[in-house]
């Protein structure tokens, strides 16, 4: 009966210090989740801004950080898009680390923030916080002049992604 008692409590201080959606977002694999708008959503949500949105983890370019953290990219086209034909226009990077059972995610500049949360159905639920893009591709680390913002409201306020189907890479 003890040995139980001492497995238990190891395996639920082993639950209890994991990732937040560890399973989802794998710390040693690549995860991407997606999403696009089709006509029927955007004609019932007008002012919302983002039309396509992907979220996308690759440890090949970036390893988990101390505590647990993760990086992640954001992959964005607007209704209107900037450039016809390219895949996303716009683009957002940030180091996310647990926040209760969700990821809080922050760019390495001053470009808003947005959690990742477990939705229902197996999808992954983005909250916007208030965020602001550059155009992609752009390599600096700073806002660029032709940047977007991309306010929670009054329509973009939480992006429901689904696991990617085919291939998804870095843009």
Known sequence: MRLLLTVV???LAATAQARPLE??????????????YDAAHLASHPRQKVARIRLLHS??????GEGGGLYVMLYINLRERVTPGQNFDYQLSG???????????????EAGSWRIERG???ALDIRNAGITANPNPYDAEEIA???????????????????????CEIE
């Open 23 to 36: 399973r989802e977002l794998p710390p040693k694999s690549n995860a991407c989740w997606e999403r696009s």
């Open 59 to 64: 440890p090949r370019n970036w390893q988990p």
């Open 120 to 122: 229902p159905n197996g």
């Open 145 to 167: 002049d032709d940047a977007v913002s991309i306010p929670a409201k009054p329509d973009d306020g939480v992006w429901r992604l689904s696991p990617a189907s085919g291939r």
């Open 9 to 11: 409590i190891c395996c």
């Open 95 to 109: 180091f996310c680390r647990a926040a209760g059972q969700a990821l809080r995610c922050v760019p390495e500049w």
